[in-house]
């Protein structure tokens, strides 16, 4: 149950402070690479971490695999793809953990004339899936930004919530009025 509300909560939070970075056009692309750490402690245990991506203008694909000194495993694979035509991102994650659970993501994110909309998907490894949608509206106008989030828990719980801010203060008109 803990775990579930914690998850839910993740999931909220992250619908509600990410959508300004689909706003930014993206200065730096990613690039390709290669990586492995080794790292090992006094008492002899160790850890070491393979990371490969491949990138270029609009996708990437990165493959993570760890390996415990004690021959215990785990994997993730993320991609990417932003399509300039649509003006949508998606991104895929999927990955298993050190005692063999699976586990995946899915986020899709398309900039709309005055916002975006971002759609969220996560399966843990009970198969039970948690999802959400955040939709992000800008009236230039009224000086206002609209956030509306619909989401569904781990645990078949819904949740919506809105938000409007106004960088107006009390009383106060907007230009032009």
Do not use: C
């Amino acid at each position: 149950m803990n775990n579930k509300l914690i998850l839910t909560t993740a999931l909220l939070g992250s619908l509600i402070t990410l959508p300004a970075l689909a706003e930014q056009p993206r200065i730096k692309h990613r690039h390709s690479f290669q990586t492995e750490v080794t790292r090992s402690t006094d008492a002899g245990r160790s850890m070491t971490r393979r990371t490969e991506q491949v990138a270029s203008e609009n996708r990437f694909q990165r493959q993570t695999q760890v390996q415990t000194g004690a021959g215990k495993s785990a994997s993730r694979s993320v991609s990417g793809e932003y399509d300039p035509e649509t003006r949508t991102y998606t991104r895929q994650l999927e990955g298993t953990r050190f005692n063999g659970d699976e586990y995946s993501a899915q986020r899709q994110t398309q900039k709309t004339e005055n916002g975006l909309v971002r759609t969220r998907t996560r399966t843990n490894a009970d198969g039970e899936t948690a999802s959400g949608t955040l939709t992000r509206e800008r009236d230039r106008e009224q000086q206002t930004l609209t956030q509306q989030i619909e989401a569904t828990g781990f645990d078949g719980q819904t949740y919506t919530a809105t938000r409007t801010r106004s960088r107006l203060q009390a009383g106060e008109e907007p230009a032009g009025e």
